[in-house]
């Protein structure tokens, strides 16, 4: 089966740092692109941060240039998000996805999420 799990979230003070893990089984992970996504409470699910597959080009959102950084150990199946510099608004359930191209409207897997909570 098909997994990616991510994990990693929990509650920070505004101005910390996190470090999220999206761990993959069931399919070729060399293969695909990994995206970050995230969901706040009664807001639409935005892209952040993609990685990609075949020379580890890495993209990210306007609002976490600068503060996020996304990471790939093909020898762990895993890709990391490294948040720093959290603010109150980046509150949100965070989700990887596997994908062929780097994309914020397709993916061909998705994963559980992790909640981050970052209190001012």
């Known amino acids: 089966d098909v997994q990616l799990q991510a994990s990693g979230g929990g509650l920070v003070q505004a101005g910390g740092s996190l470090r999220l893990s999206c761990a993959a089984s069931g399919f070729s992970f060399d293969d695909y692109s990994i995206g970050w996504f995230r969901q706040a409470p009664g807001k639409e699910r935005e892209g952040i941060s993609c990685i990609s597959k075949e020379d580890g080009s890495t993209y990210y959102v306007d609002f976490v240039k600068g503060r996020f950084t996304i990471s790939r150990d093909n020898a762990k199946n895993t890709v990391y998000l490294q948040m720093d510099s959290l603010k109150p608004e980046d509150t949100a359930v965070y989700h990887c996805?596997?994908?062929?191209?780097?994309?914020?409207?397709?993916?061909?897997?998705w994963g559980q999420g992790t909640l981050v909570t970052v209190s001012s």
């Open positions: 996805a596997a994908m062929y191209q780097c994309s914020w409207h397709r993916f061909d897997y």
